[in-house]
């Protein structure tokens, strides 16, 4: 299959859609991999296509709340408060859903499912022309860091799905929160972070966000299924290194004559970059540069050639958006910290 990009033939992409195959979207997160959610054989393909397990349920993308409404069980008394603050934008919300009211292989087979509206115009007007809502798992092969810009998708999907949507570099570049509403007498739950964070959550509330707490300890079990993975790895081995570290790790890594990569602020790669063979510097020292750079240099430095030995990534303070970066960067190092 010849894989098109779509950029300004939304119809084009609608058309698609409609007719069960699959499509990459933009969205302010990272890009998603887009199918018809009520058409159980297009959303099979999107499972092929990743090679994602099927006991991970895929979030139901919409274009206003009024969409999901038909599909709720019971209403969380905060998801109006909620969805009026923060849609569209980079939260998920799980909510119990009808029973049937979607096929199995988009909700696991839980008796819940995951909603979210967002923030890209251009995803905003296919989701409308299409009237569809449509799942989206980040557009990248199972287990590699999510894609930020159509070319990742076109390396990673090329020939395996119908066309990508053309949207520019995602503004945010980690995916979505995950905030669990199911329980309407239970306080939300944050059960992966993103860009609203716990602190933005608890301000609008005025009570307090629960975290899962497989995110503090790491022996408990995740509640989104899709948290026990091993994710965002590129093929090159990543490590976590804390700012104070980064020079003394490059000095001992220069000594045992390692083919190294550093990803950090402009100031911090200012102090080494005369010992290091690639570096990728996120736009300022902001951790919202470091969340939004994070994915794209990691796949640029796993493609340097001759291959790296050990990419370094610096750490940020585990709060704010800082939890959401270092939630990913700590599957992609699998742990491991100098
Ligand atoms: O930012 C994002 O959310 C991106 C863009 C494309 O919208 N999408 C995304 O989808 O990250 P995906 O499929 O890679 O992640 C969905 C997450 C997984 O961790 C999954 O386990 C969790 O949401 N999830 C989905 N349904 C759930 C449910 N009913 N209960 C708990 N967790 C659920
Ligand atoms: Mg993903």
Same mark, same amino acid.
């Given at each position: 299959m010849e894989t098109i990009i779509f950029d300004q033939q939304l119809e084009q992409a609608v058309e698609a859609l409609k007719q069960g195959e699959v499509v990459s979207f933009p969205t302010e997160t990272v890009y998603g991999l887009g199918a018809?959610?009520?058409d159980e054989s297009a959303v099979k393909k999107v499972f092929a296509v990743k090679g994602r397990p099927s006991d991970n349920p895929l979030i139901v993308h919409v274009y206003d709340f009024d969409q999901v409404k038909p599909f709720i069980q019971t209403k969380h008394p905060l998801a109006e408060k909620i969805v009026e603050q923060f849609?569209? @934008?980079p939260l998920t919300l799980i909510f119990e859903i /009808?029973?049937?009211?979607?096929?199995k292989v988009v909700t696991g087979g839980l008796s819940t499912a995951a909603f979210r509206m967002p923030n890209h115009p251009v995803t905003l007007e296919l989701l409308r022309q299409a009237q569809l809502p449509l799942v989206g798992p980040s557009?990248?092969?199972? @287990? /590699?860091p999510s894609p930020t810009s159509s070319a990742h998708v076109y390396h990673d999907l090329k020939g395996k799905i119908k066309g990508i949507v053309e949207g520019g570099? &995602?503004?945010?570049g980690v995916e979505s929160t995950v905030l669990d509403? &199911?329980?309407?007498n239970l306080p939300p739950m944050i059960l992966r972070p993103g860009a609203i964070t716990k602190e933005m959550l608890e301000a609008t509330l005025g009570l307090e966000v629960l975290i899962d707490q497989h995110l503090v300890k790491e022996s408990e079990t995740p509640k989104?299924? @899709?948290?026990k993975y091993k994710h965002y790895s590129p093929d090159t081995p990543v490590m976590m290194v804390a700012p104070k570290d980064l020079l003394h790790a490059v000095r001992h890594f220069g000594k045992e004559n390692y083919r190294l990569g550093v990803m950090a602020t402009p100031s911090q790669i200012a102090l080494i970059k005369d010992q290091v063979q690639t570096c990728f510097a996120y736009e300022d020292e902001k951790v919202q540069s470091a969340a939004k750079g994070l994915f794209s240099g990691l796949r640029q430095l796993d493609e340097q050639s001759p291959k790296l030995d050990l990419i370094l990534v610096v750490t940020f303070e585990n709060k704010g958006l800082g939890m959401a970066y270092m939630n990913r960067l700590k599957k992609a190092a699998a742990q491991k910290i100098y």
């Open positions: 018809n959610a009520l849609w569209p @934008g /009808k029973p049937e009211s979607l096929p557009a990248n092969t199972s @287990g /590699k570099q &995602s503004q945010i509403l &199911s329980n309407p989104a299924p @899709g948290m």
